[in-house]
């Protein structure tokens, strides 16, 4: 099919309309060329007869009503995937632009992808360990599983991913099979640089695979950045066997972009403006983790997102969080105390965890001792709001030691070294400690048996 | 032959149709080459508006939408228990089996089985006359519930031909019938029923029977009734997806339909898994045996999550007249809330409170209205319970969905982010909740559990929100500068907290309590305060009391006493005297 279209009706930011067109289909990638040379690319989002309504994921500055030929692929958004693309750098739309010319294809995806069967989804509970104690311990990383970081503008939120991807990849049991999708929508340069100089010093770039669209790129080809990374990492967990991690990173930019294209469209906002259809539309990528039924491969997804403002409220977060299974979330106040890395334990959830832990997988007494630090830490907030008003000095005795387990809790279990890489072992043997420093009473989350083996009477 | 047209427009999962081509309001129809399910529901003399309860990429102007001349309906037969589902019925298992892994377009697949035999024995003779309802054969469905096949409502007749006993497939005739108008009607296993219409009853009873849970929380404090309507509202992480999963395990109803709208495909792949492996105490078959899983998730296509929540009550509603007693989880009523608005998004309506739709309160009226205890065209007795988990927006209930659903459920279980962050499970808050059924059921309670139930149950609120008074003190000032009798009040509410409203759905005794283990707990837990308060007014001071570990065993009594061995309560009712005595002789 190779019939260009000449002109455009209309061009109102990154949307244009075309009439009079034959046979478009919805969500149908076209191609533009303006003034005969630059090619670019578009989506059909609306159609109405022969009236068609183009996404370009392009500036379309240079654009004219009279200078632009449309033409039609006849098909959805595609790409080309073999596993030559690891180690690649590629744009958002799938273009490869680290100069080392064309990925050969093995075979071409619609980058939509189709929704995973529930029947033929294997219930995810192997955990990966990370090394970082308070989600090793606390909201263990699942393999299979969707877990994002609910972080704030400028809080160490690449440091932590970061620290995840190098320690996970790097961990036992990790082989050649192992391979991350990295894809960035509207960061910055900077943010951009840092992972990929992460990845080449910790000596995993060439299992790396990066979709860039930083911040200055155009805004409507993060629509399609996301879905572009989880389609390679489908093939490569899927058809190429390899368990992949993916970090997509800032969320918040996404669906700003989404807000963006909806209100030029002229569709009816919902909440703050995003339009109608942000939770199917975030759920058409998270539900792309999973695990198949034997399937050796697995895709797991770390998206990193910046809460507008740190209020967890806020439609990105809120429907994310309906979506995701649990959440890291990353406390301000904890940043300012110098503690790395900031992770707020009481918001913060892994719904895979209770599967994947235990006598079978870590240890015995892992659910035992994270759910007595997540009660006795919620204690410490409440003892910490009573000193506040009535000082200190007048707190019961108990309450006094909540005081001090809650400072040693975030000095010596959540804070650890940007490098440090702590075993199952030493986060539960931290944990004991902390513990320890509680009256045995208070420890009423623990089974009776679980505490007489474990806790000691004189420490 | 049925109407057809020509696609217009499409935008996301609406298609219109230009012009009034003679469709019917909620007609299912077939859209495209590759015939995607659709419904109408929009009709006007300029065009027609069908919403597509498939993907509708890739899909041109032009294309032929073609009418069936039916309303979407679901297929009602042997074959729907144990089986999963997507929101219009059509068998996930079969869709893997023919397209793989990932779910494709236009994949057309019968909603049951029509190939397999099943052992069919008649209960019908030549000759009888039969009415709406009643029941003509039976079939062994699966090891826990016998199907009845049931003559349609709306239709009556002479039995003029019955088969003989046997296997039969679904769409075999069973019986012949000669209706009224002398017209011979061949009778099958099968039925088709609108999923928006209710299906018809002779009247509705009063609720007057919980649906026993073996959670504390909800049996004791927030009981349910059967045939009753309920909602769990709370933020993401607080456990209501846990509460449904309990609901669904242990609740003593016949069948369990779960419907999964827009929720994580993790979760039905984990209630599919845990199902087929846990065995129902009571009967000993398998709690899959008693389960249909409906499952849309928040990726598969959102008309179809709108309609999954019908797709269920039918189910639920044919089930209940053969006279079974039906309990729906409904996870999650928000989503099916947001898929209305964006559909009415994209039918540029106008919007009302947040974007949703002006006809949010009225859906979710008739929605739960489809609850009910009531006797059945045939006589049977049989009902259907919602319980519906709500996610509201931010965690805030005063969005729409929540204060629409307040007002149509009777059962009210709010869950508590505070409580969930300090893994206080169930994290459903006693202060917030109400049910309004107490009443209504408390005559059962007296005949069933015990004549001090109520009662007990009211003491234990009533300890619970001296508590929550005490602690607005207590925030002030700190607890120690509080009167004895109100440090008394506080570490029996902890007692309370931690022993009987926490219950662990990990441990093999406690994730599933008797009503009789419960008020035995109850009784417990009130003669500890009855013994401590009468210390106290002698003067006893509280941190005396304290050093015993007497509390600490009445907490531990939920682990500690198992459920077959109540008699174990009188040593502790002994042990609670001897602290007592203790007490006494060493400091009076």
Not at chain 1, 276 to 304: D, M, N
Not at chain 2, 395 to 414: M, W
Not at chain 2, 475 to 486: A, F, M, N, R, T
Not at chain 2, 551 to 562: G, L, P, R, S, T
Request: proline share 5%; hydrophobic share 40%; glycine share 8%.
């Amino acid at each position: 099919m190779s019939i260009e279209y000449l002109g455009l009706s209309e061009i109102n930011g990154p949307l244009i309309a075309v009439e009079g067109v034959k046979g478009g289909s919805f969500e149908e990638i076209v191609e533009l060329s303006v003034a005969g040379k630059k090619k670019k690319l578009g989506r059909i989002v609306e159609i109405n007869e022969d009236k068609a309504v183009i996404q370009v994921f392009e500036s379309t500055d240079e654009m004219s009503l009279s200078n632009t030929h449309t033409r039609l692929t006849g098909h959805p958004m595609e790409i080309g995937l073999s596993v030559d693309i690891l180690g690649r750098i590629f744009n958002g739309l799938g273009e490869p632009i680290d100069g080392l010319g064309k990925v050969t294809a093995e075979c071409v995806r619609d980058v939509n992808g189709l929704p995973m069967n529930p029947c033929v989804r294997e219930y995810p509970r192997n955990y990966i360990r990370t090394g970082i104690s308070a989600i090793d311990g606390l909201t263990t990383l699942i393999r299979g599983q969707k877990l994002p970081i609910f972080s704030g503008n400028g809080l160490p939120h690449d440091q932590l991913a970061a620290q995840i991807v190098e320690q996970a990849s790097l961990g036992e049991g990790s082989a050649e099979d192992f391979a991350i999708v990295f894809a960035a929508m509207g960061v910055k340069y900077d943010v951009a640089e840092f992972f990929r100089r992460t990845f080449e010093e910790s000596g995993v770039s060439s299992h790396v695979v990066m979709f860039l669209n930083l911040s200055n790129d155009p805004v409507v080809e993060r629509l399609i950045t996301p879905k572009v990374a989880l389609t390679a990492a489908e093939y490569l967990a899927f058809e190429k066997d390899m368990h992949i991690l993916v970090i997509l990173t800032d969320m918040t930019s996404f669906a700003e972009a989404m807000r963006e294209v909806s209100s030029l469209k002229g569709e009816i906002p919902s909440r703050k403006g995003y339009p109608g259809y942000l939770y199917s539309e975030l759920a058409t990528l998270y539900e792309r983790a999973g695990i198949l039924k034997g399937a050796k491969g697995s895709v797991t997804q770390i998206p990193i997102l910046t809460m507008p403002g740190d209020d967890i409220t806020h439609p990105i977060p809120d429907l994310t969080g309906y979506i995701t299974e649990g959440q890291i979330v990353l406390e301000r106040s904890l940043h300012q105390k110098n503690i790395y890395p900031p992770i707020n334990v009481l918001p913060s959830l892994s719904r895979l965890m209770k599967d994947g832990i235990g006598a079978e997988f870590t240890r015995e007494d892992h659910q035992d001792v994270s759910n007595q630090l997540f009660s006795s830490y919620a204690r410490v907030g409440e003892a910490r709001d009573l000193a506040s008003v009535i000082g200190e000095d007048e707190l019961s005795e108990v309450d006094k030691k909540y005081l001090q387990f809650g400072t040693a809790f975030e000095q010596e279990f959540v804070s650890q070294g940007a490098t440090e890489n702590r075993t199952m072992e030493e986060t539960l043997d931290i944990g004991w400690r902390l513990l320890h420093i509680l009256p045995r009473e208070e420890l009423d989350r623990i089974d009776t048996r679980i505490l007489e083996k474990y806790y000691d009477p004189k420490p | 032959m049925h109407v057809s047209g020509k696609i217009y427009g499409i935008n996301g999962p609406i298609v219109t149709i230009l012009g009034d081509m003679g469709f019917q309001m909620a007609e299912m129809v077939h859209v495209g080459r590759n015939r995607l399910v659709g419904e109408v529901i929009g009709l006007n003399k300029k065009q027609t508006t069908i919403q597509v309860f498939e993907e509708t990429t890739g899909l041109k102007p032009g294309e032929t939408v073609e009418g069936t001349g039916k309303a979407i309906s679901v297929t009602l037969a042997p074959g729907i228990l144990t089986n999963i589902f997507d929101g219009i019925e059509r068998p996930l298992q079969q869709i893997a089996e023919l397209g793989g892994p990932f779910i494709p377009r236009g994949v057309s697949v019968e909603a049951l089985d029509t190939r397999k035999k099943w052992e069919t024995r008649l209960l019908v003779k030549e000759g009888e006359r039969v009415y709406p309802g009643a029941v003509i054969a039976e079939v062994p469905e699966t090891p826990a519930i016998t199907h009845k096949v049931m003559v349609p409502p709306e239709v009556s007749g002479l039995v003029k031909a019955v088969a003989a006993d046997g296997s039969y497939t679904i769409q075999e005739t069973l019986a012949v019938l000669e209706t009224e108008d002398g017209k011979e009607l061949p009778l099958t296993m099968t039925q088709q029923w609108p999923i928006r219409i209710p299906r018809p009853v002779n009247r509705r009873f009063p609720a007057d029977r919980p649906l026993v849970t073996g959670q504390r929380i909800l049996d004791t404090l927030f009981p349910i009734a059967k045939g009753g309507t309920a909602a769990i509202p709370g933020g993401f992480g607080t456990g209501k997806t846990m509460t449904q999963h309990q609901l669904a395990k242990w609740s003593d109803a016949d069948i369990i339909i779960y419907i999964g709208c827009g929720e994580r495909g993790n979760e039905m792949t984990n209630v599919l898994e845990e199902f087929s492996q846990l065995v129902d105490p009571k009967s000993g078959n398998l709690l899959m045996d008693r389960t249909t899983l409906i499952a849309n998730t928040s990726n598969m296509p959102v008309a179809a999550r709108e309609a999954s929540i019908y797709t269920g009550l039918t189910l639920a509603e044919y089930y209940r007249d053969m006279g079974y007693h039906v309990a729906i989880m409904a996870d999650s009523t928000s989503r099916w809330a947001e898929a209305l608005r964006e559909l009415s998004g994209r039918l540029e309506e106008m919007p009302a409170e947040e974007g949703f739709p002006a006809y949010l309160a009225s859906r979710l009226s008739a929605f739960y209205e489809r609850a009910g205890y009531v006797e059945n065209l045939n006589g049977t007795d049989g009902s259907v319970t919602i319980i519906g988990a709500v996610s509201p927006q931010g965690g805030d209930f005063s969005e729409p969905v929540t204060q629409n659903t307040k007002r149509f459920v009777r059962c009210f279980l709010a869950l508590d982010k505070s409580l969930a962050y300090a893994r206080h499970y169930p994290a459903i808050n006693w202060l917030t909740s109400y049910t309004e059924y107490l009443n209504d059921l408390a005559p059962w309670y007296s005949a069933n559990v015990g004549q001090n139930f109520v009662y007990c149950r009211n003491q234990i609120l009533n300890i619970l929100t001296t508590e929550s008074r005490l602690n607005e003190i207590v925030k002030l000032i700190g607890s120690d500068v509080l009167p004895d009798d109100q440090k008394l009040v506080l570490e029996i509410a902890r007692v309370i907290r931690l022993g009987f409203l926490q219950q662990n759905a990990f441990h093999a005794e406690d994730t599933y309590v008797p009503m009789e283990k419960q008020l035995r707990m109850m009784e417990t837990i009130l003669y500890l305060y009855e013994k401590c308060k009468a210390l106290i007014e002698l003067n006893m001071p509280m941190a005396l009391l304290r050093e015993d570990r007497i509390f600490e065993k009445v907490i531990a009594i939920k682990y500690d006493v198992a459920n077959q061995e109540l008699s174990k309560f009188q040593d502790y009712h002994r042990m609670i005297d001897a602290f007592y005595q203790r007490i006494m002789e060493t400091n009076a």
